[in-house]
């Protein structure tokens, strides 16, 4: 695809696929977008201003497990790891991966790892542990939370999991913000000495933005850990110490910073009705009031910190409110916040949300929706949000791909159960081979998470079940979460059968190696480990 250069006031506009012509020559010279010179507007997938947003701060380790919507986040720093001298990893989960990136943030250097919501519950262990020991080069962790959910099992708010860690969270409005907020997460990771979370959905990953592409920061540091036992082992002798010096910096630190943070705003009129919109949802709520001729009749609150939230800020906004709509996507964390907040200044003033049944609490919203919310606020009644789907839209069922091997597999097994004269359990877990449910197959029973169908097969079968109970599982999936159970299966003596679909990439996110591959993230040869290994080693 050639994209014509377009100079504005001496800067070049590139796309994500630039033609950039260097000096007299007629030939062009194809550059990454992300390699764009300072001053540069680049046409970025949101999830490519985040990669940017961690080039511009220096990060010099970035980690990541496959995941929609936030794949494209460590695909793009593959891209140019070797030129921006980056290291760049595929991780086998995402518990390893963010371990690898918190352990390079100890040593001093700063470090990025990215996961869509899912990934989240498997960080939480170590997450909840590296708050008390804290950081020293900064890191950044980006959920891609997919609130739909478009591509995913369930949908999930992990903006709990920041309060729950006691970590700063920090939640873009549009795609230029997100380049500039990741990259000033690592310099607030660096003051608090925490991880910094940054929460986008899926809105912000897979749009496309013009970004304006700033310096890149000379981060010169050398690689070190200087032992502490006292912070860094956490056993119970040392963690109560820690405990308190976690909760002044998240419950005091953090909360003064985000009172006078430049990402929070407020568009004020003077009026007596406010509304707050959190994230991506800012946007639909100026979209929404300049389209109900409102744009100037009430005060809005863009607000990027849910947690913890700006106390001052947000109480200041609360003085002589009557009524304020919060507009966010997820779970209603911001408005009990606020509600809280109101209470605490003894402010008169009634909060409209969630709990009110102005904002739905399912599915992803729009500017129509948050239109809809507004007037429904503002003339003191209650909207409808019944979806409705245009007759006229063709139903398009999800199916394995054209050549698919498990298609192969999946009519083998069938058969195999068919030939027995019996129905069988198809324990299926995560990957593309669950689209093997739809029909003409119909091929597996369960689908829960990574790794469950084995640890289920052995529950089934150890439940008494007369059928044959088999497990299916795509081989990233199995390395991800499937060699535990497995080797709990083999210790317990369970009777199950295990099918691992072996196709050598994680496919279902878009073909990103793994260790069975022969490939790592940065395209250099590794050693391809075999599943049908690891299951003889069982």
């Known amino acids: ?33 992300l390699l764009a010179p300072p001053g540069s507007k680049v046409l970025y997938l949101g999830n490519e201003a985040v990669a940017r947003g961690a080039i511009e701060a220096g990060a010099k380790v970035a980690t990541s497990y496959p995941g929609t919507p936030a794949s494209e986040i460590l695909s793009s720093l593959a891209r140019v790891a070797k030129k921006v001298g980056m290291y760049v990893e595929w991780a086998v989960n995402e518990k390893v991966a963010f371990e690898v990136a918190f352990a390079a943030s100890l040593a001093n250097v700063r470090a990025i790892m990215s996961c869509k919501h899912l990934g989240v519950n498997w960080i939480s262990d170590a997450l909840l542990v590296a708050a ?7 890191l950044v962790i980006v959920s891609a939370d997919d609130t739909h959910p478009y591509s995913s099992q369930n949908a999930e708010d992990t903006r709990y999991y920041t309060k729950l860690a006691k970590i700063p969270c920090l939640e873009p409005s549009d795609i230029p913000e997100a380049k500039e907020i990741v990259k000033y997460g690592f310099k607030l990771s660096e003051t608090l000495q925490l991880p910094v979370y940054v929460r986008i959905t899926q809105r912000i990953s897979h749009s496309k933005s013009d970004v304006t592409v700033g310096e890149v920061e000379k981060v010169n540091r050398e690689a070190r850990f200087e032992k502490d036992f006292k912070r860094y082992v956490m056993i119970a002798t040392y963690s109560k110490e820690r405990q308190r010096v976690l909760n002044k910096k998240y419950y005091e630190d953090a909360v003064k910073i985000f009172d006078n943070i ?8 003077e009026s007596s009705i406010g509304v707050i919109g959190c994230g991506v949802t800012f946007g639909y709520v100026v979209e929404a009031l300049e389209r109900l001729g409102l744009a100037d009749k009430v005060d809005v609150m863009k607000l990027s910190t849910p947690s913890p939230l700006p106390y001052n800020f ?4 609360l003085e002589n409110k009557e009524k304020v709509l919060v507009v966010e996507e997820g779970e209603p964390i911001v408005e009990e916040g606020i509600c809280r907040i109101a209470l605490s200044f003894n402010r008169n003033v009634s909060i409209y949300g969630q709990y009110t049944g102005h904002i739905p609490r399912e599915f992803e919203l729009s500017t129509g929706i948050v239109a809809k919310a507004i007037k429904a606020f503002i003339e003191g009644v209650t909207p409808s949000f019944e979806r409705k789907v245009a007759e006229e839209i063709g139903k398009r ?10 298609r192969a597999s999946y009519y083998a ?47 089934f079968e150890r439940a008494g079940v007369k059928e044959p109970v088999i497990a299916v599982i795509g081989d990233s999936t199995f390395y991800h979460a499937g060699v535990q159970p497995l080797l709990d299966a083999v210790f317990n003596n369970s009777k199950i059968t295990v099918l691992i679909f072996d196709n050598s990439w994680t496919s279902m996110t878009g073909h990103q190696p793994n260790p069975g591959t022969g490939v790592n993230a940065m395209g250099e040869p590794s050693l391809r480990i075999r599943a049908e290994n690891i299951a003889r080693s069982c």
């Open 1 to 33: 695809m050639i994209i014509e250069e377009e100079k504005v006031n001496n800067r070049r506009s590139y796309s994500s696929y630039n033609i950039v012509q260097k000096g007299d020559s007629e030939m062009p010279v194809v550059e990454d977008p």
């Open 132 to 138: 008390y020991t804290g950081v020293n080069g900064g």
């Open 262 to 269: 430049e990402f929070n705003k407020v568009i004020s009129n």
């Open 314 to 317: 947000i109480g200041k906004f």
């Open 397 to 406: 069922i999800p199916a394995l791909c054209a050549g698919c091997p498990h």
């Open 413 to 459: 097994l069938k058969r195999a159960l068919r030939e027995l004269g019996k129905k069988g359990i198809i324990v299926g877990d995560r990957g593309c081979y669950n689209q093997g449910i739809h029909p003409p197959l119909r091929a597996i029973d369960t689908c829960i998470c990574m790794g469950a169908s084995i640890a289920m097969a052995v529950g």
